[in-house]
């Protein structure tokens, strides 16, 4: 057992949230996903250094609200049979039918999905060992003129998030990807 240190660099800042693009595919598109075999550092345990590749198909994206979205890992079980469990926590705005559409198709989907938290960090959530699953959601219109109309869904996968070090995809241009003040181009 290799045991180290995790410290926390005080000259470095850690922000929480994500960035407000979700990527994913059908766990059918991929050709492979090499999840780490390496475990001599903690971070070399849960790194994707292989290239992600597609059979078919590529990653799209929905457009996620900021400051409505959360990723969890969590630490379940009886002692001696301890899982790792990921959850992620989005929200999908406006009630449209396009949203309505991909609850209604996918919702047995296996899926693998890809994001950027608000640090930089690419992560991949659900593998073609442990695929991820829309798990919860609730579209709703709101009720006061203030109210959120949308999507709240929650992915889970039975299985470890995945730090992936690689471009997961240019963000296209347009949307709200650059922070608050300078987010919006046109």
């Known amino acids: 057992m290799n045991i180290q240190s995790v410290n926390v660099y005080p000259s470095m800042e850690y922000y929480s949230g994500l960035k407000t693009k979700l990527y994913y595919a059908p766990a059918s598109f991929f050709l492979t996903i090499d999840l780490p075999t390496s475990k001599n550092t903690y971070q070399e345990v849960v790194t994707i250094n292989n290239d ?24 379940s079980g009886a002692s001696g049979k301890k899982k790792i469990k990921s959850e992620l926590s989005i929200y999908i705005l406006g009630m449209r039918p396009e949203i ?8 047995q989907t296996p899926f693998v999905f890809a994001f950027i938290d608000s640090n930089g960090n690419n ?26 109309s949308g999507a709240a869904v929650k992915i889970s996968s039975n299985s470890q998030l995945y730090y992936y070090p690689k471009s997961i995809k240019e963000i296209e241009i347009g949307g709200f990807t650059k922070g608050f003040s300078i987010g919006f181009k046109s």
């Open 100 to 107: 309505l559409g991909f609850l209604s198709l996918h919702s």
């Open 52 to 75: 992600i590749k597609f059979k078919s198909g590529s990653w799209e994206s929905f457009d996620i609200l900021i400051d409505e979205n959360e990723l969890k890992v969590l630490l």
């Open 123 to 148: 992560w991949i959530l659900g593998n073609l060992r442990n695929r991820a699953f829309l798990q919860e959601a609730e579209i709703s219109s709101g009720k006061k003129y203030e109210d959120l």
